[in-house]
């Protein structure tokens, strides 16, 4: 798929397959949603919810508990009805030409998230690489300076990447944690990390030679 993720009523008609298995809370439709798009695509509640608020009064689902009642928002819980299940096994294949389109955008946007960070990567390596070129020629042969003072520099400066390098760890690491608290850890996110951590590694390592 191209363009928007979903075509004119290909949501509508996704909730109600993802509702087939049971009753769900909005944000359980919306973590289905982010999962089956391998965390590449994540709607917001206000494309979700509306949807929801439509089907209910087409008479396809029903929400427990109903409106006015003091749970709302997340608790409240989306299951079929049976003319939801009537239109869904209707649209059989509708909803299998659908999955075709979804296989097809989840591989298209793994694809560019991979290449954005190839991207990015090399654009660092060349800037590191710039730099350091620079920092050569500056230090130009008879230029006085003295070995403890570049001791110290050095020093600060190691301190600094490993100071980046922690918080960088830390950071990735919560929000990872974060995810998997709700199983939630694509393996899109595990090939971005190695794939920006191998350029990383690559455009430091040239800036040390």
Do not use: C, N, W
């Amino acid at each position: 798929m191209t363009g928007p993720v979903f075509a004119h009523g290909q949501l509508r008609l996704y909730l109600l397959a993802l509702l087939e298995s049971g009753p769900q809370h909005g944000y359980e439709l919306i973590q289905a949603l982010s999962d089956r798009f391998g965390g590449t695509y994540r709607p917001s509640a206000g494309t979700v919810y509306p949807r929801l608020a439509r089907l209910e009064a087409e008479g396809l689902v029903v929400r427990t508990p109903p409106a006015g009642a003091p749970e709302a928002g997340r608790k409240t819980t989306y299951a079929l009805t049976a003319a939801g299940r009537e239109e869904l096994a209707a649209r059989q294949g509708d909803l299998a030409d659908l999955e075709a389109d979804i296989s097809d955008s989840v591989r298209d946007r793994a694809a560019q998230v991979r290449e954005d960070a190839r991207v990015a990567m090399d654009g660092l390596r060349a800037d590191l690489a710039a730099a350091a070129q620079e920092a050569r020629a500056a230090a130009r042969p008879g230029r006085s300076a003295v070995a403890d003072d570049q001791r110290t520099a050095s020093h600060a400066r190691r301190v600094e990447v490993e100071t980046l390098l922690r918080r960088f760890t830390d950071d990735v690491r919560a929000d990872v944690r974060r995810a998997d608290a709700d199983a939630a850890v694509p393996a899109l996110t595990v090939d971005t990390v190695r794939t920006v951590l191998d350029s990383a590694r690559q455009a430091v390592r040239a800036t040390l030679r």
